[in-house]
């Protein structure tokens, strides 16, 4: 097991570059599986989910080479539509191979995906989505059996904007002859990515970015060098950090237009914000202060992937204030870790209602998910003396190299490695 060690009570301050985003990273991945061109990706993230995506891909016949900060995947010896088990279950994002199988082979068997422990996360909007296209789906004992024998283009309507539905119809209807309109789409930014990213192959793909997305299927995609978007998670993350430490943070290389949600909310709490092109600029003021309200949604809304380093921030503010988690119904756990450490939150369903108290006190706490472990390093910061964060595999399945990144900016965060 690894655990973080954090020394509390350091203002953080200097500049940092952001890095490719994983919930880019993870579906154009996948997506480089649909030609036999070779794909060059470059600003890679070096995290746990990319790792573990990556040996999905040759396991299923693909050759994945990483060399720093870059990545190639050559489909040319992909082989098999059957999905590694014991890896599937690891990671939720094996689900975006989905699409990219059944457009090579017109079948696909994968297991329930496994990820973050933050809600039921079904994938029955991904399956009615393929079962649009013509995909025939059975269901037995945990395995998925798809059969896209008589695929075709066509219009697909989500009950809600799922990221990870959307950009799997996407990939399914690549190259399928005719044009497929997907209604009710996800508009996060990374899907923008994945589009832009199918485009730069060859394929035809309008909307993204919007509520609906038309494919023009095309007969074949080609390789492409690709540089990946920013981590818009991973900046707020970081800006987070300079707020809970009343430090003063620059970020280059961010995604500055997706980040508006975020800075509205960091600017309610007193920080200052500079935005240009490409750089963040966050200065925080000695204590922040609550905001009302925060309410997670789909993007242009609050991302609930900052929902809880928004807690971790509230804890501390003055004041109270609530947040609301309207896209997954288990995304408090950490919470409860927040509170040993001297937090005062009430949690009832899917709201939280915090009392800013002037500090926390370090002690022994859980990640039990990826995000939430992030909150605790942030609450670790600010906590006067030591915050052992155990199970710092979950941060690193998100966050590259967390604890480096955070001393560059003059925090004191170890890592420490136990057998058990
Ligand atoms: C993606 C992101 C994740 C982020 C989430 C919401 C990646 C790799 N992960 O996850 O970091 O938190 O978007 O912004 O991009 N749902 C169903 N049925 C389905 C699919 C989803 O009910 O078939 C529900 C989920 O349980 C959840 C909600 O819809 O409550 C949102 O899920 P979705 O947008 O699909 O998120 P992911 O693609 O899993």
């Known amino acids: ?107 696909a068997t994968v297991t329930y995906p496994g990820g973050c422990e933050i809600g039921l996360r079904p994938i029955d909007l991904h399956l009615s989505g393929l079962r649009s296209l013509g995909v025939e789906v059975r269901e037995e004992g945990g395995v998925v059996h798809c059969d896209g024998t008589h695929m075709h283009a066509g219009e697909v309507h989500l009950d809600y904007p799922s990221v990870g539905a959307t950009e799997n119809v996407i990939m399914a209807a690549v190259c399928l002859p005719g044009t497929t309109t997907i209604h009710n789409a996800a508009r996060e930014p990374e899907i923008v990515d994945l589009c832009r990213f199918i485009c730069a192959m060859g394929g035809k793909v309008q ?112 004041g109270t204030g609530v947040i609301v988690e309207n896209v997954f119904e288990n995304r408090f756990t950490h919470a409860g870790d927040l509170n040993r450490m001297g937090a005062r939150i009430i949690c009832s369903g899917r709201t939280a209602i915090v009392r800013g108290v002037e500090g926390l006190i370090g002690t022994h706490v859980i990640a039990r998910d990826l995000r939430g472990g992030a909150a605790l390093v942030l609450a670790g910061l600010k906590a006067q003396g030591e915050t052992v964060i155990e199970h710092a595999e979950l941060i690193d399945r998100g966050y590259d190299h967390f604890e480096k990144q955070l001393c560059s900016l003059g925090a004191q965060v170890r890592r420490t490695t136990d057998a058990t």
């Open 1 to 107: 097991m690894e655990s973080l060690v954090v020394q509390g009570g350091l203002r953080l301050e200097g500049t940092l570059r952001v890095d490719g985003a994983k919930n880019a990273t993870l579906p154009i991945l996948a997506a480089s599986a649909m030609t036999e061109d070779t794909v060059h990706l470059l600003d890679v993230p070096d995290i746990l989910d990319v790792r573990r995506m990556a040996d999905i891909l040759d396991m299923l016949g693909c050759e994945t080479r990483r060399c720093g900060r870059a990545m190639t995947v050559s489909g040319r010896s992909m082989r098999s539509s059957e999905m590694p088990d014991q890896l599937s279950k690891q990671i939720r994002s094996s689900i975006f191979l989905l699409g990219p199988i059944l457009s090579r082979f017109r079948q």
């Open 207 to 318: 909307g993204a970015g919007s509520p609906t997305v038309v494919v023009d299927g095309v007969k074949r995609l080609h390789g492409v060098t690709y540089t990946l978007m920013p981590d818009r998670i991973c900046a707020g993350t970081m800006l987070a950090a300079g707020a809970i430490t009343g430090g003063s943070i620059e970020l280059t290389n961010a995604p500055v237009a997706e980040m508006h949600a975020i800075c509205a909310k960091l600017r309610e709490m007193g920080c200052t914000l500079h935005e240009e092109t490409d750089v963040l600029r966050l200065e925080s003021p000695r204590r922040l202060l609550a905001f009302p309200i925060l309410q997670t949604q789909p993007h242009p809304g609050f991302p609930t992937d900052m929902q809880a380093q928004m807690l971790a921030l509230l804890c501390v503010a003055e």
